[in-house]
């Protein structure tokens, strides 16, 4: 005779989309309400998921939106130098405006602040991310550096905070009704301002190829 349990008895087949659909969720509700505003009632609703199975997964809403930036963080596609500083540096600016005027712009906003605000929260995720932007950024410069196109001695963290910076208080003081004028040349003022950079930092563009 046949141990096999009855389906109803063996409960519910495992949902292949319950961890991506979760995540995408937890950064939608973070975006929105951020950190003091997070629930995981609103979460199980949004996501069409039971809080225990949230609870059962990741245990805390804590450790649920660190999951939810660490997967977002890997996510995105790595930056491949082209070998020219400024077309490198308008690339770099242009995916900065593009994350902040994207479906996940609050998520970075809200992110970088609160993970000075609760560093042990969100600082780890954060700091990663940090990292991986730096790297690429200090690349550039140093490969700028070489090239001729920057004098000896150029700061690649001053380079890349001052494309950042411009670009993040940009976003931030732009009024909403302005912001999908701004989505609109979003590739021209990313080369207004690598070029803004560029000046400050002495660029000297590449003598053209004989």
Known sequence: MSSALPRSARGRPPDPDL???VLAATLDVYG???????????????ARV????????????????????TAWRTSLPPFVECGSLRRDLTE?????LDT????????????????????ELFGAAMEDLERLRKRAGRSIVLGAIERGELPAGTSPALVL???????TNHVLTTPPDKMAALAKRSAEYAETVADFVLAAAGYRPPAPAE
């Open 19 to 21: 961890e991506a659909r």
């Open 32 to 46: 929105e309400v951020g950190w003091a505003g997070f629930s995981l009632d609103v979460l199980a609703r949004r």
């Open 50 to 69: 039971g809080k225990a199975a949230l609870y059962g997964k990741w245990g805390s809403k804590e450790r649920l939106i660190v999951a939810a930036l």
């Open 92 to 96: 770099l600016a242009a995916r900065s």
């Open 100 to 119: 902040y005027l994207g479906p996940q712009g609050m998520v970075m906003l809200r992110a970088r602040l609160e993970a000075k605000v609760y560093p």
């Open 161 to 167: 905070d001052a494309v950042a910076g411009i670009i």
